[in-house]
């Protein structure tokens, strides 16, 4: 089993940046791919973006494309997600979790983090 705690959420402006954080114990988390989701208020929670264990494999939602970079180092159990060009819509709270079958949908992940709020101002 994984647990999972994320960090590095906050306020930013439009166009700005931030870098979120996901660390991992159990002995598991090198072998697993992972992923990020988020959801907004009033909103279900959506796929953001996916990496395989080897970190060689990485899947983004159309929404995110060009913009987010999903990153893992096995060695310190830590998976990032790096937000650039920040816009009011990609507010919400992030989630991290561990993919445990192929899909994207949420049943496809499971051992969720308890989440970090992210908050662009426009």
């Known amino acids: 089993q994984v647990q999972l705690v994320e960090s590095g959420g906050g306020l930013v402006q439009a166009g700005g940046s931030l870098r979120l954080s996901c660390a991992a114990s159990?002995?598991?988390?090198?072998?697993?791919?992972m992923g990020w989701f988020r959801q907004a208020p009033g909103k279900e929670r959506e796929f953001v973006a996916t990496?395989?264990?080897?970190?060689?494999?990485?899947y983004y939602a159309d929404s995110v494309k060009g913009r987010f970079t999903i990153s893992r180092d096995n060695a310190k159990n830590m998976m990032y997600l790096q937000m650039n060009n920040l816009k009011p819509e990609d507010t919400a709270v992030y989630y991290c979790?561990?993919?445990?079958?192929?899909?994207?949908?949420?049943?496809?992940?499971?051992?969720w983090g308890q989440g970090t709020q992210v908050t662009v101002s426009s």
């Open positions: 159990g002995r598991t988390f090198s072998t697993s791919a």
């Open positions: 990496i395989s264990w080897a970190g060689s494999t990485t």
């Open positions: 979790a561990v993919r445990t079958s192929s899909g994207l949908r949420q049943a496809d992940f499971g051992s």
